[in-house]
């Protein structure tokens, strides 16, 4: 008889917050010494749990926001109102503090360097984060992979790593759904805000909303849909 597959979820390991930055007024970036960490793909996730003096646990599940670099990791966590976990993350932790952290996770939404055909990246809001992370592969091991990014938000305030895209040699485009701009009217996203996807592999990460709409003007469009790969959040509790 053949023995059932048992799936083994990746032990808690300790962290060490190493750093932390801004990104904007309700996101922040943190940087993380992990001993023990496995390493991980672009796009991958991890989950982070937080324990009070009386033992009482929660945990969440956030983007990697940066490729591998030995046993360092980043996290962009964006603040929940009312949140468990996000409001101490954004606004309380400092360098030193410890937590756990357990992962990597997923494998499906995730870029390698070994691919070469063109990537366009589509994001809506904090949904950048596992995008950044692809970017942020493809110059570190100097892909010339052809990407281009459509980054969603209210206004220009709400983008996360604003210089870093704006040095990058990727085409950006930045919608705004609050501000209107010279060349484009306030509003969500649109047929016309996506570029060429011929033969491209798509990523969309983003709102449930958010991503439910731009795939259905990439399949509307005719684009493969084992080219579309996707990736939503919703509320969780933070």
Known sequence: MTEPLVRRRSPWLAARVFAVRSETSVAR???????????HEAGQHVDVKLTAPDGYSAYRSYSIAA????????????????GEVSPYLVDELLPTDELEVRGPVGGWF???????????????????VPLMAM?????????????????????????????????????????????GTSTRPAGRITAADLPDTTGARVFVCGPTGFVETVADLLLARGQDPASIRTERFGPTGG
């Open 110 to 128: 995730t870029w390698r360097a070994a691919e070469t055909a063109p990537v366009v990246l589509v994001a809506g809001g904090s949904g950048i």
């Open 135 to 179: 970017l942020r592969e493809r110059a570190r091991v100097g892909s010339t992979a052809p990407f281009t990014l459509v980054y969603s938000v209210r206004g220009p305030a709400d983008v996360y790593y604003e210089a870093e895209l704006a040095a990058s040699d990727v085409p950006v485009r930045l919608l705004y759904t609050r501000a």
């Open 29 to 39: 970036t943190i940087v993380l010494d992990v001993p023990g960490w496995p390493g």
């Open 67 to 82: 490729p591998p670099s030995g046993e360092r990791i980043e996290l962009t966590v964006q603040r929940v109102i009312d």
